[in-house]
């Protein structure tokens, strides 16, 4: 078992898809199928995007066992108030400057489920948001 | 269709992958929205795209795509060539606008995602 931490920084879209870029470079060393790769990090991906846009403070914890990744996103912001309606494709609370990005399209959470086997969201308004999901290799 | 034969088609620049031109290209996908790209279920497929930021690259890094034109003249910043460099991406640049460059595209063969 493998265990990886990353820090994200809140705001700062030079640096997001760090943590992503570097889960895909050591998924790929350990040779696992390239389209279970691309799974686990266009969902890993799109909530560290989803940290840089919405929260003020986010750390990814990642687990690595022989038969899976697990991952979890722990935020300090603002917190999901209705977590069926942020499930809803289309629906986003995204800034202006989010959507400049070519993000804040509502697709985010959506697509996650669509590409892991797990995902769990728990979220306190005013406090954060984590999210946990496990790739099956 | 090879690298080579579109960047003569859209009077485009190669900005990186200089040394891939002979890659050949089947297939492409238009889009300004990147969570529209990372939805793709296929891989090796050109992006062209006029949003040109270090999020258009890290996409497509993700999204295994190693294609990418910038249309509209949009600029690429030296931070988005190192990442293209180190995921040995093709990146092109053309003043055409998106429309004029899928439409081309189009005329020539290239195929859509869906």
């Known amino acids: 078992m493998m265990t990886f931490e990353y820090q994200v920084q809140p705001g700062d879209f030079t640096n997001a898809g760090f943590a992503s870029s570097q889960v895909k470079k050591t998924l790929k060393q350990l040779n696992v199928d390239p389209a279970i790769i691309k799974r686990v990090v266009v969902a890993l991906y799109e909530a560290e995007v989803n940290i840089v846009a919405h929260a003020h403070k986010g750390m990814i914890y990642v687990t690595v066992d022989n038969d899976k990744i697990a991952i979890k996103l722990e935020d300090e912001g603002p917190g999901i108030p209705d977590i069926d309606l942020a499930m809803t494709v289309g629906y986003s609370t995204a800034s202006p400057h989010v959507r400049e990005m070519g993000f804040g399209a509502g697709m985010g959470l959506p697509n996650i489920k669509n590409n892991v086997d797990y995902l769990n969201v728990k979220s306190e308004v005013g406090v954060g948001t984590t999210v946990e999901l496990v790739v099956n290799f | ?114």
């Open chain 2, 1 to 114: 269709m090879t690298i080579s034969e579109i960047q003569t088609l859209l009077n485009a620049e190669i900005i990186c992958g200089e040394d891939k031109i002979s890659q050949t290209v089947d297939r492409a996908f238009a889009s300004d929205l990147m969570s529209d790209v990372l939805t793709l279920k296929s891989n090796q497929i050109m992006l062209i795209t006029g949003l040109c930021n270090i999020q258009t690259i890290r996409t497509m890094e993700m999204a295994d795509l190693n294609t990418v034109i910038f249309v509209r003249g949009k600029k690429v910043t030296e931070d988005m060539i190192d990442i293209a460099r180190e995921n040995d991406m093709i990146v092109l640049q053309t003043e055409y606008s998106m429309f004029r460059t899928a439409g081309v595209l189009w005329e020539a063969g290239i195929k859509p995602v869906f």
